[in-house]
C-alpha cells in the first residue's frame, strides 16, 4: 500500500473516532411557583465522560446556577438569586442531575391588580441560555441548542411549554429537551419572545391585605382603644 494512501486511511479513521457519538440525552425541567424549581438531568453518558464529570472539582451542584447568576449581571440583571441547589449521580445508568431553584425580580415578577383582584405575573426564561462544561474537554452549549424563543415552543397543554430537539446527526447527544410547567391555576398564558405571562388567584394574604374590611377593622381597634383611653383617665 503506498505511503500517501495509509495516510489518509490512518487520519480518516482517527476523525472517525474523534467524532465517535455519545448517546447521551439531557432534559431539563423548570417548575414555576413564586420561585422556579430547576432540574438538569445529564443521561446515559458516556462512561469517560461520566466518570471525568464525577472527579470534575469544577462541576458541583452550584456550578450551573453560578454560571446562570453570572451571565445575567453581564447583563446588568443582578436581581438575581439561587438556593437549594443539590447533585445526584446514578452509576447504572451513567446520569447526573442537577436542581436548584431560581428567584429574583429580574428572573420572575408579579403585580396584584386591585380592580380584579388577580395576579400577573412575568418570568423571563433567558437565563436557559448558557454554556457548561461537565469536563475539561466536554461542554454542552445550551445557547446553542434551546436558542429558539419560548413563543415558539409546543404549547403541551394551557400550562406548559415543551421543546424537544433530536441531534443524531451531530454525533453528540440522542435528544435534548425543555420544559417549563406554569402553576395549575395560571390562566390568561401568553409568551412573547422569551417572557410569559399569566394570572392567577389571589393569594389569603393579597386578599387581606387588600380588603376593605382590614381599613374597617383598623378603624373599629382604633376606636375601641380611644374608649378604653378615656376611661382609664
Known amino acids: 500500500m503506498k505511503k500517501p494512501v495509509l495516510v489518509v486511511i490512518c487520519f480518516t479513521v482517527l476523525l472517525l473516532v474523534s ?5 447521551a440525552s439531557v432534559s431539563v425541567e423548570s417548575t414555576v411557583g413564586d420561585n422556579i424549581s430547576i432540574i438538569y438531568n445529564f443521561e446515559n ?21 453560578k454560571i446562570i447568576v ?6 446588568n440583571l443582578t436581581h438575581v438569586n439561587y438556593g437549594s441547589q443539590s447533585i445526584t449521580h446514578d452509576d447504572a445508568t451513567k446520569t447526573i442531575r442537577v436542581s436548584f431553584y431560581l428567584n429574583g425580580s429580574d428572573i ?9 383582584m388577580r395576579k400577573t405575573y412575568q418570568v423571563k426564561t ?13 461542554s ?3 445557547a446553542h441548542y434551546f436558542a429558539e424563543p419560548v413563543e415558539k415552543w409546543q404549547k403541551l397543554s394551557q400550562t406548559t411549554y415543551s421543546y424537544y430537539i433530536e441531534t443524531h446527526e451531530t454525533g453528540f447527544f440522542e435528544a435534548l429537551s425543555f420544559k417549563f410547567t406554569l402553576p395549575a ?5 401568553q409568551a412573547q419572545g422569551d417572557t410569559i405571562t399569566y394570572e392567577v388567584p389571589p393569594n389569603f394574604e393579597d386578599t387581606f391585605l387588600n380588603s376593605p374590611f382590614l381599613i374597617l377593622t383598623v378603624l373599629i381597634l382604633i376606636i375601641i382603644v380611644a374608649l378604653i383611653y378615656r376611661r382609664v383617665r
Do not use: G
Not at 467524532?19 to 448517546?23: I, S
Not at 420572575?108 to 380584579?116: G, M, Q, W
Not at 437565563?127 to 466536554?138: A, D, G, H, I, P
Open 70 to 75: 453570572e451571565n445575567l449581571k453581564e447583563q
Open 19 to 23: 467524532v465517535a457519538p455519545v448517546y
Open 108 to 116: 420572575i415578577s408579579s403585580a396584584l391588580n386591585r380592580t380584579t
Open 140 to 142: 454542552i452549549n445550551f
Open 45 to 65: 453518558l458516556d462512561e469517560t465522560i461520566y466518570n471525568e464529570a464525577m472527579a470534575n472539582d469544577q462541576f458541583n451542584s452550584s456550578t450551573i446556577p
Open 126 to 138: 433567558e437565563w436557559r441560555n448558557f454554556q457548561v462544561n461537565l469536563t475539561s474537554s466536554f
Open 185 to 189: 391555576t395560571a390562566t390568561n398564558v
